[in-house]
């Protein structure tokens, strides 16, 4: 569970470092990195809570 939590904040921390990095420069890779890192966080984010559930379950 820790583990999952520091994926998620580490993943959140770089997405919004792309789009800092976006904001100051305008290159339009940063923002593409920071949306890729939106949906692996999405993708963590689901996962952890998957686990949640199974945990309650079992």
């Known amino acids: 569970?820790?583990?999952f939590r520091w994926i998620l904040?580490?993943?959140l921390l770089g997405a919004g470092t792309a789009f800092?990095?976006?904001i100051a420069t305008g290159q339009v890779r940063f923002r593409r990195f920071g949306?890729?890192?939106l949906?692996?966080?999405l993708v963590a984010?689901?996962?952890f809570f998957g686990v949640?559930?199974?945990e309650?379950?079992?």
Request: hydrophobic residues 80%.
């Open 1 to 3: 569970m820790l583990l």
């Open 9 to 11: 904040l580490l993943l």
């Open 20 to 22: 800092a990095f976006y």
């Open 35 to 37: 949306l890729q890192l």
């Open 39 to 41: 949906k692996w966080v």
């Open 45 to 47: 984010g689901l996962m």
């Open 52 to 54: 949640l559930i199974l």
């Open 56 to 58: 309650r379950l079992a």
